[in-house]
């Protein structure tokens, strides 16, 4: 038992370093000189960012993508202090439900920002405002790595749900 705890636990935190990567880091969208993200578009020759306004169109999608991003590592971090005060807290034979249902909820985040992006991405790069040609470009790691974090927080969550603490 105590082998499947650290296994839940190690899959949790890889989980939130996942959500974590794929928010921050800067390769939503790459191409041959430039990056970009759900925050800003940098060329990699001269190592310039502009970050992305309201100036851009569907900025409303970029935030959309933005806030649901946050929330899902804001409710990834919140489940594993959830689970960490459950783990003492129940009885055994007691489910990790709170810690399932926000787990999961974090996987329903990730999955509408990725799925946003997806959706949005031909509009989001014909914009106007930005200074270099970006509709030529490919989807980067970062949105790959959103990707592998929903699968990893709905396993997560399953995992929580599936759980009962036992000796």
Not at 111 to 137: F, N, P
Not at 148 to 154: H, K, V, Y
Request: aromatic residues 14%; glycine residues 4%; hydrophobic residues 55%.
């Amino acid at each position: 038992m105590l082998i499947l705890l650290a296994f839940i636990i190690v899959f949790h935190i890889t989980s939130a370093a996942l959500l974590f990567i794929s928010t921050i880091d800067n390769a939503w969208w790459v191409g041959d000189n430039f990056s970009a993200d759900v925050w800003r578009v940098c060329t990699t020759n001269t190592s310039t960012c502009m970050a992305i306004t309201d100036e851009f169109n569907e900025y409303q999608s970029i935030q959309a993508v933005q806030a649901a991003m946050i929330l899902s590592t804001i409710f990834c971090c919140v489940a594993f202090l959830v689970f960490i005060l459950q783990l003492f807290r129940l009885k055994q034979g007691e489910r990790f439900v709170l810690t399932s249902v926000i787990q999961l909820l974090s996987c329903l985040c990730v999955m509408i920002a990725a799925s946003i992006y997806t959706d949005r991405h031909e509009e989001l790069h014909q914009s106007h405002g930005y200074v270099m040609e970006v509709s030529k470009g490919q989807y980067g790691y970062s949105f790959v790595l959103a990707w592998i974090a929903f699968a990893f927080t709905l396993i997560s969550g399953v995992m929580y749900l599936v759980l009962r603490k036992r000796k």
